[in-house]
């Protein structure tokens, strides 16, 4: 089979490799679509934490089940995404049913090789029952399962002003759960293209432009001095991230959903006497996909919004680099895989 390896840094180059052999436990998907992330661009740059090289990426993905290897309910044929987060089952996190924070997770295309490719392994646990729904769709329910478990991790309530740092893919996922759950929803950004998708395609209910715009005024404004009770970074900024603590309401809770490399800093006294809660969001649960495909089913959630490139798998190393220039305004880039041999 053929698959493409990021070597280092800048640099990703097509490989001939076996098709993987099955093993007990794992179950095999013919990849079909594949969604670039952030977490694969940063990773080309160089700049993703946890990430080694030679890696195969990819964690956004659907296909085939073309062997289920006894995974309970699964028939082989049918159309299926799956959960990219492998866990141990026996650590605190596991056992305390947060397998999303697993103290030894792999990642798929992070820790270990992802779905870059013609065929792929899986462990038979992580398999997600396709219920109807295109490759596309299904290729686009782990980014979005992302912002659903940030939204559940903040405990959104219907009414709450919820601030979305960053319109990148994940913030603009975070942004249509946000609204899902009730809340009214603020979308921050530089890029006045990616406001204007918040505005006609999410329907968000208001916008800041930090270029443009008195934050902090806007802010206030808009929730009649109170400031948000929920803001949420996207960015994996650290200059965002430090910016977000000026942003939140008293008794606020602030979740990190972005990742970046640096250490954060903040006020003390500014954050104690808010009685603010700071959490991290990481991956997401099997509960938060059936949220997002129940969402979809539902017309809740438009997947043609995010998919704006789209490319064939023999073509990915002519486009991958240029899908980093905000200027092409790429929201979702969309590998297809044409059908491959058995």
Not at 261 to 287: D, V, W, Y
């Amino acid at each position: 089979m053929q698959a493409i390896v990021c070597e280092e840094p800048g640099r990703l180059a097509f490989k001939e490799q076996e098709r993987p052999e099955i093993k007990e436990g794992y179950a095999q998907i013919r990849i079909r679509r594949i969604g670039v992330c952030g977490t694969d661009l940063h990773a080309f740059e160089g700049t993703q934490p946890y990430f080694t090289y030679p890696r195969i990426l990819g964690h956004e993905l659907s296909g085939e089940l073309v062997e289920p290897n006894g995974a309970p309910g699964f028939k082989k044929g049918e159309i299926v995404t799956f959960i990219p987060y492998f866990n141990c089952g026996i650590c605190i996190a596991c056992i305390s049913e947060k397998p999303n924070c697993c103290a030894k997770i792999n990642v798929c295309g992070v820790h270990v090789d992802g779905g870059m490719a013609e065929y792929l392994n899986v462990p038979t646990y992580s398999l997600v029952h396709g219920d109807g729904l295109s490759y596309d769709e299904l290729a686009l329910v782990e980014p979005l399962a992302i912002g659903a478990h940030g939204i559940r991790r903040a405990d959104v309530k219907p009414g709450e002003y919820v601030l979305v740092i960053g319109a990148g893919p994940i913030g603009l996922g975070i942004m249509e759960f946000a609204r899902i759950a009730g809340a009214k929803v603020i979308a921050m950004d530089l890029n006045t293209k990616r406001l204007e998708f918040c505005m006609d395609r999410l329907k968000v209910d208001h916008i800041i432009n930090v270029s443009a715009e008195n934050v902090l005024e806007r802010l206030s404004t808009i929730t009649e001095g109170d400031m948000p009770t929920v803001v949420i970074d996207a960015t994996g900024s650290l200059k965002a991230i430090n910016s977000g603590f000026q942003y939140i309401a008293h008794g606020a809770r602030y979740v990190l959903v972005g990742l970046q490399k640096g250490e954060i800093s903040l006020s003390h006294p500014e954050f104690h006497k808010r009685e603010a809660t700071l959490m991290s969001s990481r991956n997401a649960t099997r509960q938060d996909f059936e949220h997002v495909i129940a969402s979809m089913k539902k017309g809740l959630v438009q997947p043609s919004n995010y998919i704006t490139h789209r490319v064939q798998f023999d073509k990915v190393t002519d486009e991958f680099e240029s899908w980093l220039d905000p200027a092409n305004g790429v929201i979702k880039a969309m590998i297809e895989v044409q059908r491959a041999p058995l």
